[in-house]
């Protein structure tokens, strides 16, 4: 059980102790001892078994003997009984916002409503309005705070999190009285997706971070405001958090608060052995508590004999092995990037036409991209006929002897059928510059067929790249079942590239795939997928979800020039 896990239930005894109506002070001792817990810098666990549960500040004996069970046997007597005593529904109608305990409890004795499925029709039909004591307000409330709750509960796109972040953190950074401030957690280490936006920030005057951090205009509500830490909730509907150190603690507590746990438990590790301890506060000399740094994290990192890992490879995943044999990759950055290889326009499902694709890509400093409209199998998509196709050839043709210094290839995004077979015939495939290929239906297969199907497009000597190949859609769609080794090898061995697609909602290869394709030899080239010339920009995640996988410029197809890339294609 993680101090997280730990935390998490005793917030659930707060709340099931206020809807039962308990004293007070039990409900406000046990979200204390929660918060405690959520911030605890050390593990629970080892706490427990040294026998310091009550050294810790607002864990009485009560509680800690409480705790001593639960991380003991995993379970709490206390935690279930008081469960018995309230409607399961009940717990998760006080999570949503402004509909305290009290109103929980109207509902359900009035109504029966033990669900927010139930509230939200309850709402919807006019029936909260009619309950004595909550009226029409409430129940505009009730449907508003709802929606926001659901949205609350998926996890967050690293491209939606990441602008909210840069956007604070400019603001941030322009007040005299910030001397830093940077991202941290998931989101600095560019997770596809994050749980909440976490900030840090340096100053001599934390309150007056905290009530600047408040006052932001975007701010439409402060949910817990301190000292050195605060809560807001962004326009977007997410949730910010901005914490507040010392500058002289600023790297250590950097350190600390980007994690990733595994990175930071394996570092504590290390540190014992040189005689040395870690912190949020700092690095200390373990016999005499000396503190020997943590205004930068390279003054942790140092210390270990080890560089500042790209926050990207901060997983425990063998990067601290890696450093120590002198084997760490040096990633890829987003301006070796040199063009674009799948693009759509407005001749299949795109917004925009070559010209303005291509102007936005000179704008990126790009030396070429290329046109891959969908196929004339995907007719949902716009699919190109073979008339229209031949129509597109000619005139990319015509615009590139316009152009200078810049190339467009014509490629297409072919559709794989259930049976692995694409559109058009070869003849014509012979005559595109570059073409890829897509599983766009059909997920349902078993994993034998779908890796059948996928092999015998890349086995198709006219396909050099395979689009988002587990088709996952964030927070919407699992990745289908692929026989990932025996895709990789394929590919390896027929020269066909695997893509990291860069839209926001797919990042599809994902990090851990992406270092498993490097390892068998496969290419990779990330592209964007782009439906109108803004989506171009996207690249941005795509190059960080690589830097998670390790790649390097070499890895990449699209850092080479046109020649190169045009010799590869040759597969
Ligand atoms: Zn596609
Ligand atoms: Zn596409």
């Known amino acids: 059980m993680t101090n997280k896990d730990v935390a998490y239930i005793l917030s659930q005894i707060a709340d099931l102790l206020e809807i039962l109506q308990e004293s007070r002070f039990r409900i406000i001792a046990y979200?204390?001892?929660?918060?405690?817990?959520?911030?605890?810098?050390?593990?629970?666990?080892?706490?427990?078994?040294?026998?310091?549960?009550?050294?810790l500040p607002g864990i009485g004996?009560?509680?800690?003997?409480?705790?001593?069970?639960?991380?003991?046997?995993?379970?709490m007597k206390y935690f279930e009984e008081l469960k018995q005593k309230v409607p399961g529904g009940l717990l998760e109608l006080i999570k949503i916002r402004g509909l305290g305990p009290k109103t929980a409890v109207t509902v359900y004795e009035n109504l029966g409503i033990?669900?927010?499925?139930?509230?939200?029709?309850?709402?919807k039909e006019h029936k909260i309005r009619e309950v004595k004591g909550l009226g029409a307000k409430v129940e505009e409330n009730i449907i508003k705070n709802i929606k926001e709750m659901e949205k609350r509960e998926e996890r967050i796109l690293l491209a939606e999190a990441y602008p909210i972040a840069q956007e604070i953190i400019k603001e941030l950074r322009k007040q005299p009285f910030v001397v830093s401030a940077e991202t941290a957690g998931s989101l600095r280490r560019m997770r596809r997706t994050i749980g909440d936006i976490d900030l840090l920030a340096s100053s001599n005057e934390p309150e007056k971070v905290m009530d600047f951090f408040a006052m932001m205009?975007?701010?439409?509500?402060v949910e817990a405001k301190g000292k050195t830490k605060s809560t807001i909730t962004h326009?977007?509907?997410?949730?910010?958090?901005l914490r507040v150190v010392s500058p002289d603690q600023y790297g250590s507590a950097l350190q600390y608060f980007t994690?990733?746990?595994?990175?930071?438990?394996?570092?504590?590790?290390?540190?014992?052995?040189?005689?040395?301890k870690i912190s949020e506060y700092g690095i200390f000399e373990a016999a005499t508590e000396k503190r020997l740094g943590g205004k930068i994290e390279e003054d942790i990192y140092s210390k270990l004999n080890l560089p500042v890992f790209p926050p990207e490879l901060r997983e425990d995943k063998g990067e601290i092995e890696a450093a120590y044999e002198g084997d760490l990759p040096k990633l890829i950055t987003l301006k070796d990037i040199?063009?674009?290889l799948h693009v759509h326009t407005k001749k299949s499902d795109g917004l925009n036409s070559v010209e303005d694709m291509v102007s936005k890509a000179k704008q990126l400093g790009y030396s070429y991209i290329c046109v891959s409209d969908h196929a004339k199998n995907l007719k949902v998509a716009g699919g190109l006929t073979v008339k229209e196709l031949e129509t597109q050839i000619k005139n990319i043709k015509e615009l590139n002897k316009r152009e200078k210094n810049?190339?467009?290839?014509?490629?297409?995004?072919?559709?794989?059928?259930?049976?692995?077979?694409?559109?058009?015939?070869?003849?014509?495939?012979?005559?595109?510059?570059?073409?890829?290929?897509?599983?766009?239906?059909?997920?349902?297969?078993?994993?034998?067929?779908?890796?059948?199907?996928?092999?015998?497009?890349?086995?198709?000597?006219n396909i050099n790249l395979i689009c988002h190949p587990t088709a996952e859609i964030l927070n919407q769609r699992p990745p289908y079942e692929l026989d990932l080794p025996v895709i990789f090898k394929a590919a390896a061995e027929t020269k066909t590239a695997m893509e990291l697609n860069s839209f926001p909602n797919r990042l599809d290869l994902r990090a851990d795939y992406l270092r498993a394709a490097k390892k068998a030899g496969v290419k990779i080239a990330i592209s964007t997928d782009a439906h109108n010339y803004n989506h171009l920009e996207y690249v941005f995640y795509g190059v960080a979800i690589a830097r998670r996988g390790w790649l390097e410029k070499k890895d990449v197809i699209n850092t080479w020039g046109v020649e190169k890339l045009l010799k590869f294609v040759k597969k």
Not at 61 to 75: D, M, N, P, Q, Y
Not at 259 to 274: E, N, V
């Open 31 to 55: 979200r204390k001892a929660a918060s405690v817990l959520e911030s605890l810098p050390e593990d629970i666990n080892d706490v427990s078994e040294q026998g310091r549960l009550q050294e």
């Open 61 to 75: 004996a009560h509680i800690a003997e409480r705790l001593e069970e639960l991380l003991k046997t995993g379970r």
């Open 114 to 123: 033990a669900s927010v499925g139930q509230l939200e029709k309850a709402a």
């Open 217 to 221: 205009s975007f701010v439409v509500e």
């Open 235 to 241: 326009q977007d509907g997410r949730k910010v958090d």
């Open 259 to 276: 994690g990733s746990k595994q990175h930071s438990i394996h570092l504590r590790g290390i540190a014992k052995d040189k005689g040395l």
């Open 338 to 340: 040199k063009g674009d």
């Open 406 to 461: 810049f190339r467009v290839l014509v490629g297409a995004e072919l559709n794989i059928d259930n049976d692995g077979n694409v559109d058009y015939d070869s003849s014509l495939l012979a005559r595109l510059d570059f073409v890829s290929a897509s599983i766009h239906a059909g997920f349902n297969q078993s994993k034998k067929q779908l890796t059948e199907r996928m092999l015998k497009a890349i086995e198709n000597p």
